[in-house]
């Protein structure tokens, strides 16, 4: 395999060790390989005492990386057992955990499409960069899935029901909107990402940010506060629903018409799941309990349609089951949260106590 097929590139220039997914036509989709590839890179560079700054980029002009690589999960869930699903889960929400966690600034250039698995290597990175290109989400209710890769955590931090908002939803949020919800640190615009990146060679990372940082455009969320705060602070999905109807923003109808097209059984895990992960503390039991939800997904009938119809067919027409809100019973929810026993991710452990602090 030639470098430029290879689907993660890695070199270093000066001070700096550069992290490059390398599948631009895919959007730079993670597989299996990837993580490990990273993940290797990630061991070698922590006790390589000339590497002071690791840096992620993606490929191509389009994003860092459009999340995981959903096609071979539809795969696995439809023609097989799953087994190759949970074992990608399982090293991915590893890599998460770990990139919260690496003791040297690890810097994630989250330029374009930053969406899934893509955030979860670049947004629990201490040094988190947006531009004015950025479009970053978590849409995974839009394929009968919930948000994975540490999304609960971080979209449980957000202020107010902004994280719920976004989990819900799956909307996309611009560089202004990323920084009030605390998906990223700095904005600095695209043209200047390069000489940024460049600057890291010589500098440090808080040298080259006092040259390139620049104010952020102005996001939408934070006009919108009002009703997102009220209308998500329901008890329950449908509750949501209903308040969102009476709002006379329209953002609120599209918000409540995206809603309404999205995988109900996805929606009400989602509401369940974020409401857990607040209280649950540190990153790493947010990702014990996404792996429960997550491989309880692949025998859920809305994973497979929804990524056939969103990805595979295209024809935008999925066919939930149930089909309602209202059909979701509490019982359908818990199924998602039940322990594995010996298949539990188990990255906390008994004594996880410490919150991951940017």
Request: one cysteine or more; charged letters at 25%; proline letters at 6%.
């Amino acid at each position: 395999m030639t470098g430029a097929e290879e689907p993660v590139l890695l070199h270093t220039a000066g001070r700096a060790a550069h992290i490059t997914l390398n599948r631009p036509k895919a959007l730079n989709a993670l597989n299996h390989a990837m993580v490990r590839r990273i993940d290797e890179a990630l061991t070698a560079w922590e006790h390589d005492p000339a590497v002071e700054t690791v840096v992620i980029t993606g490929a191509g002009e389009r994003g860092l990386c459009a999340g995981g690589d959903i096609r071979s999960i539809h795969d696995d869930a439809r023609d097989g057992d799953g087994t190759a699903s949970a074992a990608f889960w399982r090293d991915e929400y590893h890599l998460n955990a770990r990139i919260a966690r690496y003791p040297k600034p690890y810097v994630a250039v989250m330029d374009g499409i930053v969406m899934g698995g893509g955030v979860g290597v670049s947004a629990h990175g201490s040094v988190r960069i947006v531009t004015e290109r950025s479009r970053i989400a978590m849409p995974e209710t839009g394929i009968g899935f919930v948000p994975d890769v540490g999304g609960t955590y971080l979209l449980g931090l957000a202020p107010g029901e902004l994280g719920t908002h976004l989990a819900l939803t799956g909307a996309p949020i611009g560089a202004g909107d990323a920084l009030l919800c605390g998906l990223a640190d700095h904005f600095v615009p695209a043209d200047a990402v390069r000489h940024f990146i460049d600057d890291l060679a010589g500098n440090s990372v808080r040298e080259a940010l006092a040259r390139h940082v620049q104010p952020p455009p102005q996001g939408e969320l934070s006009g919108r506060r009002q009703w997102i705060d009220y209308c998500y602070a329901a008890d329950s999905v449908e509750e949501t629903v209903e308040r969102l109807l009476a709002q006379s923003d329209p953002a609120a109808k599209e918000a409540v018409e995206s809603l309404l097209a999205k995988s109900p059984t996805a929606l009400k895990v989602t509401h369940a799941a974020l409401r857990r992960a607040r209280g649950l503390g540190p990153l790493e039991r947010a990702l014990d309990q996404e792996y429960r939800v997550s491989c309880a997904a692949l025998s859920s009938p809305d994973l497979v349609e929804g990524i056939r119809a969103q990805v595979i067919d295209k024809d935008r027409t999925p066919r939930w089951s149930p089909a309602t809100l209202v059909e979701v019973t509490d019982a359908d929810i818990e199924r998602f949260f039940a322990p594995l026993g010996e298949r539990e991710l188990g990255l906390a452990g008994p004594d996880a106590t410490t919150e991951v602090a940017w």
